[in-house]
T-cell receptor, first 117, second 110 residues
Framework: NAGVTQTPKFRVLKTGQSMTLLCAQD?????MYWYRQDPGMGLRLIHY???????AKGEVPDGYNVSRLKKQNFLLGLESAAPSQTSVYFC????????????????FGNGTRLTVT | AQSVTQPDIHITVSEGASLELRCNYS??????LFWYVQSPGQGLQLLLK??????LVQGIKGFEAEFKRSQSSFNLRKPSVHWSDAAEYFC????????FGAGTRLTVKP
């Protein structure tokens, strides 16, 4: 059982280049998330999705786009990378509770370390 | 909008001593509250969670947390810290959109 898998694990980009981070989960979870983690700032929510074909903005969405074409995948795109986007990116997923609560925990991937020079 | 404040950036305790990590939240409805732990180079692991019921919740690794609605707090505690507890701890609040605090880094002295 792989859980949440992020690819790639590491990437170095030059300013202005584009790239896509892939997150895949095999737990049939409805909700998926992209966070960035920076020293002293914790995890900040970039975008999230509550189901296939839907996405929503989080706290820091500028400069990023996302797509959820398949339930198991959540892609994070950087169209024109900037040094300020140097960070560790975490994907997470969680199931929708049958009682419509939000009690289920997040399951995290191991992160992608992105450096923009 | 919901938010989480962890006032302590870094805490150092001696092995065997008690621990309390503070978390204050802002949320418009009844909050779903979580504590996660992150070891170096790893993803986050759930320690415990709270939504309703008994305000003192037990988690893994001997951790517990108490929900205090009047203080908008959800502090994490452990009676006796072990060297392996050294890590970064994150408090989180939210429903479909989960928000995290800035984290508290715990150092354990021998």
């Amino acid at each position: 059982n792989a859980g949440v898998t992020q690819t790639p694990k590491f990437r170095v980009l030059k300013t202005g280049q584009s790239m896509t981070l892939l997150c895949a989960q095999d737990m049939n979870h409805e909700y998926m998330y992209w966070y960035r983690q920076d020293p002293g700032m914790g995890l900040r929510l970039i975008h999230y999705s509550v189901g296939e074909g839907t996405t929503a903005k989080g706290e820091v969405p500028d400069g990023y786009n996302v797509s959820r074409l398949k339930k198991q995948n959540f892609l994070l795109g950087l169209e024109s990378a900037a040094p300020s986007q140097t960070s560790v990116y975490f994907c997470a997923s969680k199931k929708r509770d049958r009682d419509r609560s939000y009690n289920s925990p997040l399951h995290f991937g191991n992160g992608t370390r992105l450096t923009v020079t | 909008a919901q938010s989480v404040t962890q006032p302590d950036i870094h805490i150092t305790v001696s092995e065997g001593a008690s621990l309390e990590l503070r978390c204050n939240y802002s949320y418009g409805a009844t909050p779903y509250l979580f504590w996660y732990v992150q070891s170096p180079g790893q993803g986050l692991q759930l320690l415990l969670k709270y939504f309703s019921g008994d305000t003192l919740v037990q988690g893994i690794k001997g951790f517990e947390a108490e929900f205090k609605r009047s203080q908008s707090s959800f502090n994490l505690r452990k009676p006796s810290v072990h060297w392996s507890d050294a890590a970064e701890y994150f408090c989180a609040v939210g429903a479909s959109d989960m928000r995290f605090g800035a984290g508290t880094r715990l150092t354990v002295k021998p």
